[in-house]
């Protein structure tokens, strides 16, 4: 393009631009052409002028100046450097312009500012600790190399259970998991874990154990792992070593364990000449060789180990059991790491088939009838490891995601409420925003500065929203979990840093985008005109009224949804709280109790058995006391298969009930109503005739006809015969439902167990009972393990901590929403009423009452509020709809719920409407007027 | 400058930019136009070697371009002092002068230094 221009002859005094702009797209290389053209023009004028013809001048002329190309790329270089630099410094000046003039206005009006503020803490700040949980529990992987190869094997929420009986497939036995290991065909790697329960752990650092009775038992959390543990996983230790390979074959042989990182920092003291120490695990030492890596608190989420003990200890470390032989003990988990290549379809159908075979080739002929059931039931569950275990993930992700759906809406709510506050703003700034734009800002500018100071304002919100969420998280974990804490890993971390961040843009550009747009859409002429006025206001603009209206329509709508979402989970906690269990619950105390571990078996056990009963029965306050191997509200349920005579099955699922193993007077004691025959008496125990007591949903299911009384059910080859039948009772949660169900008398059983519980009906209040309990069980034997005693309200409580910590937190947003919503409604209210002042005049100067003035805007008020509800209503109806899993006797269409809701909207609307309404019936008509 | 080019060194020749400049705004053929006067020979080997220097100090702020209307009224790139410029043709031009003095020193000796 150049080339041609320089080799013509160039007209001296041609038209060119007069002036330039500043940039713009090849802006340097035309001014460079044309300063070498000048250039080369100068110098071929001289030469004419010294005598030269003109072709020859310019030729000379170009030689002297040497190679032109060469001279343009160099200066070209040097002027886009120059024009980068320009550019990154220009950008840097108005940013920082702009966030100096923002902060400046901010701080200008201070009630302003902090409200906003305040809303966007808690919006963002609910947000995130939302976020922190969802991330602890649904969406972070285990902090281990490679995790995505890891699988689990195994139904991964069962990381506390034991089950004795028939082989399973969702826990797995020792027997079990040693064919797996051996035979699988798809994995590298494989380790099993396992629950150790509680556990007594004497740390002293007297070796000679002199002081040893009087050092306290601990409890740290400890877990039985097979020796692949750490290399399956890939760990290395941060001291010490971990388990070796020949640490997993011989039973007791290896009195080691591993500590967690964290617990020796906080136990220990970071001492690193905790390797080769000695505990004492439930009496039996074990040597202390290695400490975990940092950040590593097992493979369980929400449940952190400090203490990992070899399988092979198990028999040593809860004595008198054998968990290791017994393929009736189902208590493993298993955990596998991937070969290269294989996938978890792969490896799911190698692994069911070596479980499917090993399960077959052992069983006994009592047995096949379930283990093919329950091979038949489904398959075997193998899935990706990469986030691990957890009880809680299950147990909690439901409720968690429905506040998070609930937090989220009230941020959504606050954005419009901010919006709507900017907006007002806006209007007042007007007349500076047209000053400005007369003065030469171009409009995207004001925008940018608009947006800088929502953006300032979100970032503000969003790091105090970090100190809400820290709060938050915590207070929901302890909340949810009712008498103690989740013991989830709620950290403000990276990601839940970059997620705070994420919202904060993302909310200023909710809020702040189309205030900034609207708040610099001014026609200047008018905007300038206007004395000191809003400039959207009177004349002729009703945009930013329109727009406030419609922000106040959306909060009510999404407010509604809320509303109703909170009534429905209000009522399903009520439900909850007050159902009928069958029992007589605000009366009980439940004593948990261990004998096996102090070594009670046979007939010994039985008689320390009735023992305690006698003695519990002495204490003053207790009316009557019985016993049973499950417990109420304990978590612990035993289900078994049963012949009825004169029924047929039709399904093998027919035949399984659950079941418990009880002592005298027990339907008494608990207050369950005896429908027909007795109660177990004195009478039924080991020499007795063996009967049996049935629940009326048994009772009706076996014997429609009400012919229960007298017929004989079979359990392994034991015939009982039915001497009650009793009302159904919600032995282990509220929302259990009705359940087959079979007790028997406990001495009647084959063997007793050796842990149960002890149920004590109080004469008062029960809560008074809990020491007198626990001491008379200590006078009894001080070896025996006491492991909880617990008015059954407090069980309960617990069994319904999560519901209720939903409806609780939801409530509180629920309110927040509305709150904001009348605020939006009063804001929008309030700032019409100051438009239409003039108007009011002139109508009350034509004879209008005040209180038509007053019923004007409380129609308009209560107009915008409908139409919140209208478009609401159908929203919430859809999506209330995803809570019916949480609900109890609530239905997914809660007339009740949808009236409250309303009810509170209008009666919220009418006071928000009624102040500025009330003002506006105030104005003298005469000042109204001349306000114009 | 046949044998040994101890021509001008680009220190040298921004120094003589700036001083070219110094009296007023120019445009780059005066002062191309001037170096040589004051010079002679010096800007021979091409014109041209000046722009690339005009526009890195342009770059440095040492001095600062506009366009304007040149005497036989063209649009011409004028150049002018910045204040920065103008500190460094004073530093410049002594270490200029510090420097050729110890260079002509050393050149006027008349044997390997005493040990």
């Known amino acids: ?932 | 400058m046949e044998d040994l080019d101890v021509g001008l060194m680009r220190g040298t020749l921004d120094l003589l930019i700036l001083k070219a400049v110094s009296w007023g705004p120019r445009h780059g053929y005066a002062i191309a136009e001037w170096i040589e006067q004051v010079s002679g020979e010096l800007l021979l080997v091409g014109e041209g070697t000046l722009y690339p220097a005009l526009h890195r100090l342009e770059r440095q702020g040492l001095v600062e371009a506009e366009w304007g209307v040149s005497e036989n009224n063209r649009q011409a790139k004028f150049y002018r002092l910045s204040a920065d410029g103008r500190r460094r043709l004073r530093t410049g031009t002594s270490s200029w002068y510090d420097f050729v003095e110890a260079a002509g020193r050393a050149l006027k000796a008349t044997g390997p230094a005493p040990a």
């Not at chain 1, 013809?53 to 040497?66: H, I, T, Y």
């Open chain 1, 1 to 932: 393009m150049s080339t041609p221009r320089r080799s013509s002859d160039l007209p001296s005094g041609s038209s060119r631009r007069s002036f330039r702009l500043d940039s713009g797209p090849g802006r340097a290389e035309r001014d460079l052409d044309e300063e070498i053209d000048f250039h080369i023009a100068m110098r071929a004028k001289r030469l004419v002028d010294s005598g030269l013809d003109p072709v020859a001048a310019r030729a000379q002329a170009l030689r002297r100046f040497g190679d032109v190309s060469t001279v343009r790329a160099e200066c070209l270089t040097i002027d886009h450097e120059r024009e980068r630099a320009m550019q990154r410094a220009n950008h840097l000046g108005d940013i920082r312009q702009d966030a100096g003039y923002a902060v400046r206005t901010l701080l200008h009006s201070k009630g302003f500012t902090a409200i906003v503020l305040l809303i966007l803490a808690l919006g963002i700040g609910a947000n995130t600790a939302m976020f922190t949980l969802v991330d602890a529990l649904l969406l972070r992987t285990l902090p281990v190399p490679g995790a995505e190869q890891l699988i689990t094997i195994g139904d991964p929420t069962r990381t506390g259970s034991l089950s004795e009986g028939s082989p399973r497939t969702d826990l797995a036995s020792y027997p079990l998991y040693a064919d797996v290991r051996v035979r699988n065909q798809s994995l590298r790697g494989i380790y099993a874990s396992g629950r150790t329960g509680r556990l007594d752990v004497i740390i002293d650092r007297d070796s000679s154990g002199g002081a040893r009775s009087s050092v306290e038992a601990e409890h740290p959390r400890g877990r039985f792992v097979s020796g692949s543990y750490f290399s399956v996983l890939q760990l290395q230790p941060s001291l010490g070593r971990t388990f070796a390979a020949d640490e997993d074959r011989v039973p007791g042989d290896d009195p080691v364990v591993v500590i967690s990182h964290d617990y020796w920092r906080r136990r220990f003291a970071g001492d690193r000449s905790v390797i080769g120490r000695t505990i004492l695990a439930n009496g039996t030492p074990l040597t202390i060789v290695g400490v975990g890596p940092a950040g590593f608190t097992g493979d369980i989420v929400g449940q952190s180990i400090e203490l990992w003990i070899p399988l092979m200890m198990q028999p040593a470390v809860i004595p008198h059991t054998a968990w290791l032989d017994d393929r009736g003990i189902n208590w493993l988990l298993m955990m596998g790491r991937l070969k290269p290549g294989v996938t978890i379809e792969q490896a799911r159908s190698d692994i069911s088939a070596v479980m499917k075979r090993s399960l077959i080739d052992n069983a006994t002929g009592n047995q096949i009838g379930s283990i093919e059931r329950r091979l038949g039931e489904g398959a075997i569950r193998v899935e990706s490891g990469a986030r691990g275990f957890s009880y809680y993930r299950s147990a909690y992700s439901s409720s968690l995601l429905t506040l998070m759906a609930a937090v989220g809406l009230v941020l959504l709510i606050a954005c419009a409420n901010i919006a709507n506050l900017l907006l007002a703003r806006a209007s007042a700034r007007g007349r500076e925003m047209s000053v400005r734009m007369a003065l030469g800002a171009g409009r995207s500018r004001l925008v940018r500065q608009l947006f800088t100071e929502s953006v300032i304002l979100a970032a503000t919100g969003g790091a105090l929203g970090l100190l809400v969420a820290y709060w938050g998280s915590r207070a929901l974990l302890s909340l949810a979990g009712g008498s103690s804490a989740i013991p989830l890993d709620a950290r403000i971390d990276g990601r839940v840093l970059a997620f705070s961040a994420l919202l904060s843009l993302l909310t200023a550009l909710l809020f702040g985008l189309v205030p900034a747009l609207r708040a610099t859409r001014v026609e200047l002429a008018t905007a300038l005109r206007t004395q000191g006025r809003g400039v959207a206001g009177v004349h002729g603009r009703p945009g930013r009224v329109a727009l406030g209206k419609l922000l106040v329509v959306a909060q009510v709508a999404l407010s509604m949804l809320l509303l109703v979402g909170t009534g429905m989970l209000v009522r399903s906690v009520q439900r909850l709280q007050n159902a009928d269990l069958g029992l007589a619950s605000d009366r009980l105390v439940i004593a948990g109790v261990d004998a096996q571990r102090a070594g009670y078996s046979g007939p010994r056990l039985a008689t320390l058995i009735r023992d305690l009963g006698a003695r519990m029965e002495r204490i003053p306050g207790v009316r009557a006391v019985s016993y049973s191997e499950n417990g109420l509200f304990s978590g612990t349920e035993s289900r078994t298969t049963l012949q009825v005579e004169g029924y047929t099955a039709r399904a093998d699922s027919d035949t399984l009930v659950a079941y418990d193993d009880v002592g005298p007077g027990y339907f008494h004691v608990i207050g369950a109503r005896l429908l027909q025959g007795r109660d177990f008496e004195a009478r039924d125990n080991e020499t007795g005739p063996k009967v049996a007591v049935v629940n009326q949903t048994a009772a009706s299911f076996f014997f429609p006809d009400g012919d229960a009384l007298g017929r004989r059910i079979t359990t392994d080859s034991t015939a009982w015969e039915i001497v009650g039948v009793v009302a159904d009772v919600e032995e282990q949660g509220v929302r259990e439902g009705p359940e087959r169900r079979v007790y028997f008398p406990m001495m009647q059983m084959e063997r007793q167990p050796g842990e149960f519980y002890l149920e004590l009906r109080a004469e008062g209040d029960p809560a008074r009972l809990v020491v007198p309990v626990r001491r008379a069980l200590q006078a009894a034997d001080p070896a025996l393990m006491i492991r909880s005693v617990d008015p059954l309200t407090e069980l309960i409580g617990d069994s319904i901590s999560r519901d209720r910590m939903v409806a609780q937190v939801v409530t509180f947003f629920g309110t927040l929403a509305l709150v904001l919503a009348a605020l939006g409604l009063y804001g929008v209210m309030a700032y019409a009423t100051i438009r239409r002042t003039s108007e009011f005049g002139l109508r009350m100067a034509l004879g209008a009452q005040p209180g038509d003035v007053t019923r004007l805007m409380l129609h308009e008020a209560l107009l915008l509020t409908i139409a919140g509800v209208v478009i609401g209503l159908p929203i919430a109806l859809a999506t209330t709809r995803l809570l019916e899993g949480q609900l109890f006797e609530v239905g997914v269409l809660d007339v009740p719920s949808i009236v409250a809701a309303v009810t509170v909207l209008a009666i919220s609307a009418a006071a928000a409407g009624l102040l500025p309404a009330m003002r506006a019936s105030r104005v003298p008509p005469l000042e109204a007027l001349r306000a114009e």
